[in-house]
């Protein structure tokens, strides 16, 4: 089974790692309703995707 030879310095992990990063999720706007939701997905409000009806969302009123 192959072992390192030498450590790994601190830099070097650090070079390494230092493209880990979080991104911020991008966000359009629904063609039906304005809200905002993520690219390619149906709205999560209205139920649309690609000016079509995909889901029924059922609202229960208090």
Do not use: F
Request: proline share 6%; aromatic share 4%; with cysteine.
């Amino acid at each position: 089974m192959p072992v390192p030879k030498k450590r790994t310095g601190q830099s070097d992990q650090g070079h390494r790692r230092s493209n880990w990063r979080a991104t911020v999720p991008t966000l359009t706007r629904c063609s039906n309703c304005g809200d905002m939701r993520l690219p390619h997905h149906m709205c999560t409000s209205c139920g649309y995707y690609k000016g079509k009806l995909v889901s029924e969302r059922i609202v229960v009123e208090e």
